[in-house]
Every structure is written in C-alpha cells, then in structure tokens.
C-alpha cells in the first residue's frame, strides 16, 4: 500500500489537526465540522495528484487554450455519520465525482468494550473500473474500514482504491495495509501510535461523530 502521511511535512493542514484534537476548540461543532472538511480539502488536492489526466480544448472569450483535467471516473463513498464533514470537503474538490454512502458503525453485544462492526445502509453506483475514494475520518482499528468495503464489493470491482482519513492508530493502519491491494492509496493527516482499551485512537480526538453532530444513545 501506498501511504501518504501528511503530517509529515510542515503545512496549514497542522493547524485544522491541532484544532479538531483541542478540547476547548472542538466544543463548537460548526468549527469541528468545519475543520474536518478543511482536511478533506487539502487530502483531496493531494490525492488529485496522483489521478489520470488528459488534454482537453477550453474555449476562452479571447482564445483556445489546452488544459491538463482529471480523466477518472470517481466514486466517493464516506461511512456515515462520522464521514459527512470529510465526505464534504473531498466533494468541493470533486464535485464531477458519483456518490456512495454506507453505514457502518460499533456494535458491543454484550456492554463489553469487544464489538463487531454492523452495517444498516448502502446506497453505491457501479463501481466496475471506476476510481473507489472510501473515506472514514478515524482509522482506528481498520475493521470499518474493510468491512465498509466487503460490502461495496457487489458494486463492482474499481480501477483504482484512495482511502482517506483525518487520524488514524498505527494498528489501524498495518491492518487495512494487510487487507487491501498494494497498489492501494492512503491518504491521511496523523497517525497516532496506540488505541486504548475501548479501541479509540490515543491522542485522537475523541468521537468524531458526536464531535460533529452531538452524543447518540447507545443500543
């Protein structure tokens, strides 16, 4: 697999991380909202480097000219809910691409911190020789992430495989490594070093889904 680390170099993109992980700052959830999909921005710029492009003709008031366009079909698929704000940034910069939504989501059985990943709600276009983005802001464990695709798989097998992430655990990481295709893309903004008990990133930030949208009751 190909990773792509960002906070590996110094950017603006440290100031959205620093902000959504801030106690104080991701009280307001328009900002943390805000903040997430800034980030799908910047992963989406630079995952559009590594696309197809082609020659078109544009036609100018004053003349022609030859510009270098993206030539991938792409279709973005973010797991719900947490992946709205990061599925809006990603979408400002490929507003051509096609749209897919899968619900995905910790489901503890027995009240313990084991779970099993359960998914409700797929809406998916066909993906045969399409681009795949699959978005999940929090790379924990990986296991949303793979499950998420295990179920898009009826779709159609896709060209080409970007994930994208805000933070992600370095467990996390090595396991969607192992699962996906070598030629695959991760795109992602920090990985952290550890989870806790629970399965959460440490530092992380938190639940980015109620950070974004509020608690929820757990069933």
Not at 154 to 179: M, N, R, W
Not at 186 to 211: F, Q, R, S
Request: glycine share 6%.
């Amino acid at each position: 697999m190909h990773i792509h680390n960002l906070s590996q170099q110094n950017s603006v993109l440290n100031t959205f991380i620093s902000e959504i992980r801030d106690v104080t700052i991701q009280k307001d959830q328009m900002r943390f909202r805000r903040n997430i999909e800034r980030i799908g921005e910047v992963l989406g710029y630079e995952l559009s480097k590594s696309l197809h492009y082609k020659t078109s003709v544009i036609t100018t008031p004053l003349s022609d000219c030859r510009m270098r366009v993206i030539d991938n079909d792409i279709v973005l698929c973010s797991i719900l809910r947490a992946g709205i704000p990061l599925h809006n940034g990603l979408l400002n910069y490929f507003d051509m691409a096609e749209n897919a939504f899968i619900s995905a989501y910790r489901h503890h059985p027995d009240s313990s911190d084991n779970f099993e990943i359960i998914v409700e709600y797929l809406a998916c276009p066909d993906l045969k020789n399409k681009t795949l983005i699959l978005a999940d802001p929090m790379l924990a464990t990986g296991r949303s992430m793979v499950t998420a695709f295990e179920a898009l798989k009826p779709f159609g097998t896709p060209k080409d495989i970007h994930l994208v992430s805000t933070i992600g655990a370095q467990e996390g990481v090595d396991y969607v490594e192992e699962y996906f295709d070598k030629h695959t893309h991760l795109w992602i903004a920090a990985i952290d070093e550890t989870l806790n008990e629970k399965g959460y990133i440490v530092p992380g930030l938190g639940d980015a889904g109620d950070l974004s949208f509020g608690d929820k009751l757990q069933h």
